[in-house]
Structure formats: structure tokens, C-alpha cells
């Protein structure tokens, strides 16, 4: 008997890594033993397309499937590659992302969170954008981090007490605590490549925030981090710095380069006018020299359309 018991030891063994490793996952996924093999399937297996027919979609998603029910919903937003778009309805994108979110899709939740905050597709709800935000986190989704940030950011906004009110120092410093604790928030996405939280992070040095003092170096690396990651408003910001020397060295190459970036993405005809403007005022070379950074800049931007589709990954 001791010798059968011996020779079963390994497997008795590995039985027992394994039922801890089914409950671990069960945990951290939060679904039931019994529904992992189709957990599994939705995660790795499936073979679902972000460009699939919106019939087969809704088909799925009204199956259960949590990846359809988020793309369902982001093809009825702006957000989607116009030959993608189903039609921009935040009523149905809200629902199915609310789907999805309750069916524990990362990214689903933080989006979520973004619509309480906005009151887009249902009333404005602190409370529950706060709630998914934390859930989204939870789950390591950059997009979590931001939220929390934009949330916290958000609160600290709506403090503005009398300079005569009793408690103004009192409100001030809870004000304080908030900022600063919405820009640890960003950190976290900036770490995670959120280019919403590196923007917020660059703006905050620009102008000196809670515990993050007025840093104009700083400023410009967050603004470049943003940038290549095709987030507009960052481009913007290091075109009009370069070119006239505010918070960043004065730079006409590089002004000249991050405004044909800007073309590119927005295409905007008062920048096309802008750009020609610039270019008056500078030599040959140094125009040639911003064309060609530009086109190096812009080969390494992700493509619009994985850009977008990026956001289909419930890791991003």
C-alpha cells in the first residue's frame, strides 16, 4: 500500500497545484469554476474580428460573449474607424458597454466609468464611475488609472470655497489631497501608456501642481510620450512650444515637424495655414531638416485604425 501511495505521489501532487490554480484563476477572474472553459474560450481561443459583420456581433454578444459586447458598443461610438462604424448611438453604446463591463471586460468597466462620469448615454454618477474605475484598476486596465485620476481631478475642481468661509483652509487642503492623489493615478497610466494620463501629467508641470513641482523639461517628455502615441492635443502643445519658445527650447525643426504631424492626424486647414506661415520664416535647410523628422515621426505614430483597435484589447 505505502509503495502504490509513493508511486501516486506526483500525481496526487499535481492534482493539488492544479485545483489551486483553477480557484486562483476563478478569483482573479471572478467567474464561477464551471464557466472557466468558456472563459477560456472568449480569452484565447476565439477567433472574434473587430471588423466581423454587426449581425454575427450582436449575435455574440447577445450570447454572452464579453469581447463582442465591448466591440458592439464601440462601433456605435465616434471612436470606431469610419468603415467600421455601425452608427454613433451613445444610448446602445452605453448599454452594451455596461454589458460587457458587468461581464467583466477590463476595458468595458473603465469605459464605463468614463460614461457615469460624463453623464453620456445616463445620468452623471460619481458614485458608480468611481466604482468601476476601482473595478478596472483592479484589473491592471490603464484606462482604470485614468479614470481615477479624471475622477479625483474632478472632485478637487468642484471645491472652490469663499476666501472669507470659515472653513476655506480646511477645504483647500481636502482640494490639495485630491489633486495630488488624482495625479498618482495619471502616474500609474502613464506607466501603462495611457496617453490621457501622460498629457494630465505633462499639463501639471507646466503649470506646478501637488506634489509635482512646475518642471518644463518634465512637461515636454510627457507631451512627446503622448504625441507618439497619437494623442492630438499633445502634438498641438509641442508645435506652438517649439516654435515660440515657451516652456521648451525654441526649436523651428522640430515646431515644423510636430505641426505636419498635426496635419496628418487632423488635417485642420487653419494649421495647413500655419504651417505655411512657419515655413516663411525659416531657411531651406531647416525646413527640409522638419520634413524629414516629421516623416520619421509619423512612421513610427500608430495607424488610425490601430489606434483605435488597440482599444479592443481588454488588456489596453
Known sequence: MRRKLLRLRPYLIAAAVGTILIVDLSNQWEVPIAQLPNELHDRYVSELKADAKPAELLRLAEAGNSQAQYIYALRHTKYA?????????????FRWTQRAAENRHPRAMAVLSLYYLRGAGTARDLTKAKEWANRAADKGQPMGYRMLGDIAKAEAEAI???????DAKLQQDRRSELLKASYEQYQLGANAGDRHSLRELAQAYETGQPGLPQNYRLAVEHYTRAATRRDPISIRALADRYEAGNMAPKDLQQAYAWRLVLIEIEAKPEDVEHLRKLEKNMWLEDVQAGQELALKLIKDLPSEASDTLARLNPSR
Not at 81 to 93: E, K, R, Y
Not at 160 to 166: E, R, W
Request: glycine letters at 4%; a negative charge.
Open 81 to 93: 474607424p469610419s468603415d467600421l462604424q455601425i452608427s454613433d448611438d451613445i444610448g446602445v453604446a
Open 160 to 166: 472652490s470655497p469663499a476666501k472669507d468661509a470659515a
